[in-house]
């Protein structure tokens, strides 16, 4: 089994939060990989997964920085597969990783999701990985299907919950 995405995070503190995209990939039985490197610590590592990513048979990539958070940038700017960029909350309320990940030049886009995001960023990757992948994308589709039926549960629930001048 070969990986098909690659999380990376800046350091192993941010595994609480990636850990979650993990846990959507595992899910969808997607290969995975999870390693940490670091844009400002180690950049020849850094520069030697992007380069050879495409090789390896990674489709996609989800890397979480927090504070200044270059790692998703800099990935992106030397690979052409999808980087998908996870803010981490660790300063100033975690927009100063939003910010940073989220405002790239023309021409190196990451996608970006929330703060602490990882869970949305594994969903997307899923997807992205979908596009070529039918029995993928039923899974996805039906993944989706159970959010609505999550809502709808909740709503049932809610109909049962008393309260003297509640009309519904």
Wanted: glycine share 8%; hydrophobic share 50%; proline share 5%.
């Amino acid at each position: 089994m070969k990986a098909k995405v690659s999380i990376i995070m800046g350091s192993t503190s941010d595994l609480p939060v990636m850990e979650k995209a993990a846990k959507v990939l595992n899910d969808f039985k997607i290969p995975f990989e999870i390693n940490a490197l670091s844009a400002h610590r180690t950049p020849e590592q850094v520069e030697k997964f992007a380069k050879n990513a495409k090789d390896n048979g990674i489709q996609a990539i989800i890397a979480g920085a927090g504070m200044a958070a270059h790692l998703p940038g800099v990935i992106a700017a030397m690979t052409s597969i999808p980087v998908i960029g996870v803010p981490i909350k660790a300063s100033l309320d975690g927009m100063d990783a939003l910010l940073s990940i989220a405002q790239m030049p023309p021409g190196i886009p990451v996608a970006t999701v929330g703060i602490n995001g990882a869970m949305n960023a594994g969903i997307l990757a899923a997807q992205i990985l979908a596009v070529g992948d039918e029995n993928l994308q039923e899974a996805v589709i039906e993944f989706k299907e159970g959010l609505k039926d999550k809502i709808v549960k909740a709503n049932e629930e809610l109909s049962t919950v008393k309260y003297d001048f509640k009309t519904n």
